[in-house]
């Protein structure tokens, strides 16, 4: 059948993550904006929060064959917010007190390990800057496509402070040797770099809605079953568990995929 990228905001999570559904084939597809361009869409809590809360309502809804994740105003996302939290920089704790920043840190590693757990595809569209925990939440993605203006950094090191929660995820993303480059310059990289080094998958020089509608179109060929027992696998080896057991699994989803309906 055919059908569009979405066209206007269909659900408002507190104004910070607008999330529209369109029809694709069997099945829909979402789009996730991140909404605050005033400050390159910089993750406030409540942005966190919003993403979280649709990574779990995602992962309930079987009609939802696809995420596409992007930015509004024309980037995609500057990294972290520390908000509230901004005057307790260079500032020790008081004696037996507790860190409120160390929650707010892992929170946001518990959102990159649901990004990455989705069962759907998940897609990254990235325009302007991609860095910090943007870049983190890149390296989330099963495809990224880079419009050829965008820019990406890690810049924490050169801020003072370490990329605690996305420095595993990148190096599962780009391999240890590029992901301690990236990680410990802090320079910024260009999108013909990012594809490069395995952070891109594709970089559209021409019309980028354009190219990521074809990309969609690509992805719908795909059985959602098939996508979910996939990532799972994929899941599996990247967390080291053994060989043996990872390719008995494999043996095991293979036979009851091809016993199954979607076969």
Excluded: Y
Excluded at 20 to 31: I, K, M, N, Q
Excluded at 113 to 128: D, N, R, S
Excluded at 205 to 226: I, M, N, S, T, V
Excluded at 238 to 245: H, I
């Amino acid at each position: 059948s055919s059908w569009a990228l979405p066209s206007g905001p269909c659900t408002d999570m507190a104004d910070s993550l607008l999330i529209d559904r369109a029809p694709l084939a069997s099945g829909c597809v979402e789009t996730w904006t991140l909404n605050d361009p005033a400050s390159r869409n910089a993750l406030s809590e409540a942005m966190v929060d919003a993403l979280l809360a649709a990574c779990e309502r995602a992962a309930a809804d079987a009609d939802l064959r696809g995420v596409v994740l992007r930015g509004a105003g024309g980037h995609f996302c500057a990294g972290g917010s520390l908000g509230g939290f901004a005057k307790t920089i260079g500032q020790p704790l008081d004696e037996g007190e507790a860190d409120p920043l160390v929650p707010l840190n892992r929170r946001f590693g518990a959102l990159l390990q649901a990004l990455c757990a989705l069962p759907q595809w998940f897609i990254v569209a990235v325009e302007g800057a991609a860095m910090g925990g943007g870049f983190g939440l890149v390296c989330c993605a099963d495809h990224v496509l880079a419009h050829s203006g965008a820019q990406f950094a890690t810049p924490e090191v050169t801020l003072g402070i370490v990329p605690a929660q996305i420095a595993l995820f990148v190096v599962r993303r780009l391999g240890d040797a590029t992901a301690r480059d990236w990680l410990l310059s802090g320079v910024r990289w260009s999108a013909a770099e990012a594809l490069s080094a395995g952070l891109a998958n594709a970089v559209s020089d021409d019309d980028f809605e354009a190219a990521l509608l074809q990309l969609l179109k690509r992805f719908a060929l795909a059985a959602p079953g098939a996508v979910t027992q996939t990532k799972q696998l994929l899941a599996a080896f990247a967390a080291n568990q053994p060989l043996d057991a990872v390719l008995d699994d494999a043996a095991l989803r293979f036979a009851q995929a091809l016993r199954g309906p979607e076969a």
